[in-house]
């Protein structure tokens, strides 16, 4: 595939050395030869830089883009990568992605509108990972949760402590058939697992469950958290546009505090914010006396959402010293993630990733409805739609031959959620929720696909 991405700042390059891994055809463009330079002294990434405007038709021309198969804006001007991908569309691009800083381009009802202006895909990063902050302040004992279908299942990746009833036995004595769960991933220090029957559970490790709604409480208790308290009062240090989004999105029984050092933000959040449940103080958030005297002994949950990822971090951990047993913490430096995880700092949010998940189900030639990464783990999840006479519906999943590093953790049929065994048959219309290593999605798109003939199907098959 033939993807060009416009601008190389954080977004872009992190997307580049992300989708150079996956054996794809990579032109990075930027005006800026220092920002291109870094990337090229960085590391051998299987990709070209090219320094051009991402609005000169020459340059798009020059990049190869009427011949690319994914044109992705993440300049950090949102007017300049709508026109991107405008011109890229008419020049000949079969998809664009563009990345905004407007909430208001997102609503679902103007969809058509930038589809017609030749946009196939908005992402704001801002609103995505509110989602992602809001799905991690809810559960005290959950590190991450994902719906899937309004909720017909549900991932949970919880972090095992000594309380967990679940440790050190196999899982093929573990997940007996009628168990209301898998186990579908499980990162322990710094490897991720997609296990196997003679696997287990060890203290430490954060596993990664697929269920239904139903049994999220049963799995509570099997982890042993049924004590943690549930998450009404939350303190947010930081008053960035990521922080609005959260506030924007939060339940009606949440209270938040806000901590914002500048004056001037701190009127505009008033602005901004009109809820009675939501208080805005003025102060420094990485004075200890000051989260005391706010009540932070009182707070069930601390989000730390600064542009800053070590204050974050030292927030959070501060926060952890004083009581407070969930904290989410915004870390954009993607080379602080592991330390950040180390550290036992709960929810790790990283935009740069929550970006590129949404970005990478454009790259897929079959119907996938999401693509999420496990920021921590080195795997991602995806949503895929079974096609008519696909490879997945000729046989029960046990007989599929699924590459090593793959699983099934469950699918929606007719809106109802079932977790998936040897013996299931996927059927076209499915919604199947496959967990995998990072880099593996892109080899299950044949799996997925509708064949073009008979023939094809068959040639695949024989390919296993």
């Known amino acids: 595939m033939k993807i060009v991405i ?3 700042g954080a977004v872009g390059t992190h997307l580049a050395k992300l989708l150079s891994k996956e054996d794809q055809d990579i032109i990075l463009i930027d005006e800026d030869p220092e920002k291109t330079a870094r990337l090229n002294n960085e590391g051998n990434y ?6 051009v405007s991402p609005t000169s038709i020459s340059g798009l021309k020059e990049a190869g883009v009427p011949h690319a198969d994914l044109f992705i804006a993440v300049t950090p001007d949102e007017t300049r990568n709508l026109t991107c991908c405008m011109l890229a569309h008419t020049l000949g691009a079969r998809k664009t992605v563009a990345r905004v800083d407007n909430a208001e381009y ?6 058509t509108i930038f589809q017609k202006m030749g946009i196939d895909s908005i992402i704001y990063p801002e609103r995505l990972a509110a989602l992602e902050i809001l799905d ?11 719906e899937v279908h309004d909720g017909a299942l549900i991932m949970l990746g919880i972090k095992l402590r000594e309380s967990a009833h679940i440790l050190n036995i196999p899982l093929k004595e573990l997940c007996k058939p009628g168990t ?8 322990r220090d710094d490897d991720t697992i997609i296990p196997g029957g003679n696997d287990m559970l060890l203290l430490q490790d954060i596993v990664y469950f697929m269920t239904t709604k139903k049994y999220i409480t049963y799995i509570r208790e099997q982890v042993g958290k049924e004590n943690y308290a549930d ?3 939350v303190m947010i240090m930081g008053g960035g546009r990521s922080t609005v989004n959260v506030v924007h999105g939060k339940p009606d029984y949440m209270t938040m505090k806000i901590i914002e050092q500048s004056e001037e933000r701190c009127i505009r959040l008033t602005e901004l914010l009109d809820d009675n449940d939501v208080r805005i103080i003025q102060g420094d958030g990485r004075d200890t006396h000051l989260l005391v005297d706010e009540g932070i002994r009182d707070m069930q949950a601390f989000a730390a959402l600064t542009p800053e990822t070590e204050t974050n971090i030292l927030a959070c951990l501060a926060a952890k010293r004083m009581g407070v047993r969930k904290t989410v913490a915004l870390v954009e430096n993607t ?6 995880e180390k550290l036992d700092i709960g929810t790790i949010i990283n935009k740069k990733m929550i970006a590129a998940s ?19 783990a080195n795997a991602d999840v995806a949503e895929f739609i079974v096609n008519e006479g696909s490879i997945v519906t000729q046989g029960a999943v046990k007989n599929l031959r699924l590459p090593q590093g793959v699983t099934l953790g469950g699918l929606v049929r007719d809106g109802v959620g079932y977790l998936i065994n040897g013996n299931t048959e996927l059927q076209a219309g499915d919604s199947v929720v496959v967990f995998c290593i990072s880099g593996l999605i892109k080899k299950l798109d044949r799996y997925f696909c509708k064949p073009t003939s008979s023939i094809s199907r068959l040639m695949s098959a024989l390919s296993n």
Do not use: F
Request: charged fraction near 20%.
């Open 6 to 8: 416009a601008g190389a």
């Open 46 to 51: 299987d990709l070209l830089t090219l320094n």
């Open 106 to 111: 997102v609503e679902p009802q103007y969809v």
């Open 136 to 146: 991690g302040l809810k559960r005290s004992w959950v590190r991450q949760y994902w």
């Open 180 to 187: 209301p769960y898998h186990v579908v991933a499980i990162k």
């Open 231 to 233: 998450v009404k009062n």
């Open 335 to 340: 080379d602080y993630v592991t330390m950040a």
């Open 358 to 376: 949404h970005i990478y189900q454009m790259m897929l030639d079959t119907d996938v409805a999401n693509v999420k990464c496990l920021t921590i």
